[in-house]
T-cell receptor
Framework: GAGVSQSPSNKVTEKGKDVELRCDPI?????LYWYRQRLGQGLEFLIY????????KSGLPSDRFSAERTGESVSTLTIQRTQQEDSAVYLC??????????????FGPGTRLTVT | QQPVQSPQAVILREGEDAVINCSSS?????VHWYRQKHGEAPVFLMI?????EQKGHEKISASFNEKKQQSSLYLTASQLSYSGTYFC???????????FGKGTKLTVNP
């Protein structure tokens, strides 16, 4: 079946502009995660959605970052007033229900964001 | 909360073995291991759960020491295809959030 897809694959934007990144999880996966990966760095947790529960937003670096998810489908990550330090690859992952990490995460190809 | 991985990098010749360690300062519920090749998305390798249950690829082995709050990934008879950055991710009790370490870069040379 289809894997996790993300769009756009690349985004170049000017400092101060808003950007919206999209993630389509694997059908039936109730858990969805967003991560940020700066060049040569690790995976930085941003936000986690699980079904209809309130999302875990503890990783969002500032109030310029927000994310939404419609039911158990598409999610969008929005970055307002982008800054150069926002330049990174943004990865989305999905998995079956959480339950303490019983299920593996499937990652999308990522969106490479460059802020000029 | 971020797990500590060691070593940060390791270089092997094909056929050699390596161990990658992951430790936490908090009690663990589960440990995930992923491998990321350059320019690609991370790919699942293994999950180890408190209580001993494991799921993952047959050719990968790992251990989970609940008392020491540590996990180790064992790569034996390494192949060129093993090259990449290995990340451990931890689920701590009471949370569904997977927090990753900074990664261990493994290079396997012919």
């Amino acid at each position: 079946g289809a894997g996790v897809s993300q769009s756009p694959s690349n985004k170049v934007t000017e400092k101060g502009k808003d950007v919206e990144l999209r993630c389509d999880p694997i059908s039936g996966h109730t858990a969805l995660y967003w991560y940020r990966q700066r060049l040569g760095q690790g995976l930085e947790f941003l936000i986690y959605f699980q079904g209809n529960s309130a999302p875990d937003k503890s990783g969002l670096p500032s109030d310029r970052f927000s994310a939404e998810r419609t039911g158990e489908s598409v999610s969008t990550l929005t970055i307002q007033r982008t800054q150069q330090e926002d330049s990174a690859v943004y990865l989305c992952a999905s998995s079956l229900a959480g339950q303490g990490g019983l299920y593996e995460q499937y990652f999308g190809p990522g969106t490479r964001l460059t802020v000029t | 909360q971020q797990p500590v991985q060691s070593p940060q990098a390791v270089i092997l010749r094909e056929g050699e073995d390596a161990v990658i360690n992951c430790s936490s300062s908090k009690a663990l519920y589960s440990v995930h291991w992923y491998r990321q090749k350059h320019g690609e998305a991370p790919v699942f390798l293994m999950i180890l759960l408190k209580g001993g249950e494991q799921k993952g690829h047959e050719k990968i082995s790992a251990s989970f020491n609940e008392k020491k709050q540590q996990s180790s990934l064992y790569l034996t008879a390494s192949q060129l295809s093993y090259s990449g950055t290995y990340f451990c991710g931890l689920i701590q009790g009471g949370s569904e959030k997977l927090v990753f370490g900074k990664g261990t870069k493994l290079t396997v040379n012919p």
